[in-house]
T-cell receptor, first 112, second 113 residues
Framework: SQTIHQWPATLVQPVGSPLSLECTVEGTSNPNLYWYRQAAGRGLQLLFYSVGIGQISSEVPQNLSASRPQDRQFILSSKKLLLSDSGFYLC???????????FGPGTRLTVL | DQQVKQNSPSLSVQEGRISILNCDYTNSMFDYFLWYKKYPAEGPTFLISISSIKDKNEDGRFTVFLNKSAKHLSLHIVPSQPGDSAVYFCAASAYNAGNMLTFGGGTRLMVKP
């Protein structure tokens, strides 16, 4: 069976510090990978998606970037965090674009 | 511009009764709709979906209805159970847009024993 992992589960970072959130998927190969953010009181906003190694599409221009160094690894980064980057970050995977997306447990990021 | 809207941020229902969660969309190109359930501090879990060629899909206690002319879908849970208490997100995708999901803002369902 497939599983998706995210870490860390929670993170508190000062404004201006860097960020690296990691997501890995097990039990499948060449998945589509996604990063979402859920801000307080708001729905899920797609940030990035990837259909393969090194292939990243950005949905919303912002302070964040994503990378896919390996087939089942997806990383969300920032060089300098802003207060507005606080939120709940979710990684998801699907077999293909038309398939159901399955979400990881999420990372709660608080920027102070 | 919110293409998928859940106008009720919260809903309270008595155990055993029906829960009806609503979702409206504006993009007529959406052709696939999903409902996700989310507990606090966890990722959303897929619940049920419906293709635009159907108007109803049922899975156990969960039924999703799609009204394409009104651009409206709803999730019915019957009977509601306390364990159903969670935030429910509807999502929509369009084949010609790469099937990227657009999520609504969520509705918090509270089922009272």
């Amino acid at each position: 069976s497939q599983t998706i992992h995210q870490w860390p589960a929670t993170l508190v970072q000062p404004v201006g510090s860097p960020l690296s959130l990691e997501c890995t998927v097990e039990g499948t190969s060449n998945p589509n990978l996604y990063w979402y953010r859920q801000a307080a009181g708001r729905g899920l906003q797609l940030l990035f998606y990837s259909v393969g190694i090194g292939q990243i599409s950005s949905e919303v221009p912002q302070n964040l970037s994503a990378s896919r160094p390996q087939d089942r690894q997806f990383i969300l980064s920032s060089k300098k965090l802003l207060l507005s980057d606080s939120g709940f970050y979710l990684c998801a995977w699907s077999r293909g674009r038309e398939d159901t997306q399955y979400f990881g447990p999420g990372t709660r990021l608080t920027v102070l | 511009d919110q293409q998928v809207k859940q106008n009720s941020p919260s809903l309270s229902v008595q155990e055993g009764r029906i829960s009806i969660l609503n979702c409206d969309y504006t993009n007529s190109m959406f052709d696939y709709f999903l409902w996700y359930k989310k507990y606090p501090a966890e990722g959303p879990t897929f619940l049920i979906s419906i293709s635009s060629i159907k108007d109803k899909n049922e899975d156990g206690r969960f039924t999703v209805f799609l009204n394409k002319s009104a651009k409206h879908l709803s999730l019915h849970i019957v009977p509601s159970q306390p364990g159903d208490s969670a935030v429910y997100f509807c999502a929509a995708s369009a084949y010609n847009a790469g099937n990227m999901l657009t999520f609504g803002g969520g509705t918090r369902l509270m089922v009272k024993p």
